[in-house]
Nanobody
Framework: QVQFVESGGGLVQPGGSLRLSCAAS????????VGWYRQARGKQRELVAS???????NYLASVKGRFTIARDNGKNTMYLQMTSLKPEDTAVYYC????????????WGQGTQVTVSS
């Protein structure tokens, strides 16, 4: 069973940038689709972006053009580059498999807090 550990979150001003990293406990080359999720206080968790082994990417409409997802199978790491951050991007960000392509029942980690505020 793979486990993910998120890092890179923090406090950033509106319009700023952050790069989130996700380290996997085992090879992710065997995972077809990985993704980033986020959950804001009082709201449901939502899929922000995902990427497959074939390079297919999907983004939440509200982050298109601002966020970029990437995966490095050799380093067993995935990333989320976030730019032009907005207060509404404030949430705990998690990495996991993209359940759209099948539920692998991977436990959720602690996530990493992203706070966009002046």
């Amino acid at each position: 069973q793979v486990q993910f550990v998120e890092s890179g979150g923090g406090l950033v001003q509106p319009g700023g940038s952050l790069r989130l990293s996700c380290a996997a406990s085992r090879a992710i080359a065997s995972i077809y689709a990985v993704g980033w999720y986020r959950q804001a206080r009082g709201k449901q968790r939502e899929l922000v972006a995902s990427i497959t082994l074939s390079g297919t990417v999907n983004y939440l409409a509200s982050v298109k053009g601002r966020f970029t997802i990437a995966r490095d199978n050799g380093k067993n790491t995935m990333y989320l580059q976030m730019t032009s951050l907005k207060p509404e991007d404030t949430a705990v960000y998690y990495c996991n498999t993209d359940e759209t392509y099948g539920n692998n029942n991977v436990p959720w980690g602690q996530g990493t807090q992203v706070t966009v505020s002046s």
